[in-house]
């Protein structure tokens, strides 16, 4: 009877050990592919932007707006194409004076959409685009390029950069 006694108890403790190391298992890798999960869902986007330019003639410049993507990120990043672009507005000079912010319903001078399918930024590689643009040589122009994103997936909105020159 005391041997009975002694073995239900040992089967229990057992079965409770066992109940909580398995336990402690599943959410010790639930927790590191949760981990993995974000760290791959989440690239990390850089850019860099420089403009320069060309007399063409005429009162015309031919400037060029050269991009440095980054991404230091452990998954790639697809650019979507419809949402992809290098815009121009035209600036009156006293805005230079002040912090400088485009009105919402202002529409660009110029613009260059992607000419690409599809564009698939590697994970930690850099990638270089440019656009070209026939300017007016006496106006003052923000150069702007914007970056689309699937809002699917990590980033709810689009990403822009503005070289730090004017033009």
């Known amino acids: 009877m005391i041997a009975t006694d002694v073995s239900e ?4 403790i057992v079965a409770s ?5 398995g336990g402690l298992w599943t959410l010790a890798t639930w927790g590191y592919d949760e981990l993995r999960r ?3 869902e989440h690239p990390d986007l850089d850019g860099q932007l420089s403009a320069s330019q060309v007399d063409a003639g005429g009162g015309r410049v031919i400037v060029t ?5 980054r ?9 979507d194409r419809g949402r992809s672009l290098a815009e121009v507005y035209v600036l009156d000079s006293k805005v ?9 319903r202002s529409e660009p001078a110029a613009s260059s959409r992607a000419r690409w399918a599809t564009y698939l930024i590697g994970a930690k590689s850099e990638s270089q685009m440019q656009a070209h643009f026939v300017l007016d040589a006496d106006g003052v122009y923000l150069l702007r390029w914007k970056i689309g994103l699937p809002h699917d997936r990590w980033c709810q909105r689009d990403l822009v950069w503005c070289p730090a020159e004017h033009v």
């Open 9 to 12: 108890t040992a089967f229990h």
């Open 96 to 104: 230079l004076t002040h912090p400088m912010e485009i009105d919402k």
């Open 38 to 40: 974000r760290h791959r």
């Open 65 to 69: 707006l050269d991009a440095l993507w």
């Open 17 to 21: 050990v066992a109940i909580v190391v």
């Open 71 to 79: 991404n230091r990120g452990q998954t790639p990043v697809e650019l």
